[in-house]
């Protein structure tokens, strides 16, 4: 019985997010109605449509811009660190290096932060609607 009622729930939530980020990667291929169910019988009117359309392509750009910016982040403060904390270790110079390391990844963090607030109100200023081309 859970098998009948919430797996086809699932399966209509991953077509549904797959479709979307698909969508999203390529504006322009997207087609002028966009499915909201495997079912005809679950369609919406076209007023929640565009409205439904709207706040799942501001959750999917919040989704990728975060995404992007954890691997950044990441890379930014692990490496610095680890670099320095390395280099103390064959300069024999204890925690100058590693702090020097923790220095470079806090204005690193500040960098990756600082683009990915800039292009993610750049996207959410100039996004697509519908029917229009960029």
Not at 53 to 70: A, G, H, K, P
Not at 84 to 103: M, V
């Amino acid at each position: 019985m859970f098998c009948k009622t919430f797996l086809p729930e699932v399966l209509r939530h991953v077509h549904n997010r797959c479709y979307n980020l698909r969508v999203m990667a390529n504006p322009t291929a997207a087609p002028e109605s966009t499915p909201h169910s495997l079912n005809s019988e679950d369609a919406q009117k076209p007023s929640e449509s565009a409205k439904t359309d709207e706040v799942m392509y501001q959750t999917n750009l919040f989704y990728v811009t975060v995404l992007n910016m954890s691997w950044q982040l990441a890379i930014a403060v692990i490496v610095p660190i680890v670099g320095g904390y390395k280099l103390d270790q064959q300069f024999d110079s204890s925690p100058w290096l590693t702090l020097l390391g923790l220095a470079i990844a806090a204005a690193g963090t500040f960098v990756v932060m600082k683009f990915t607030l800039m292009k993610a109100t750049k996207r959410a200023m100039h996004q697509p609607t519908k029917g229009t081309k960029n």
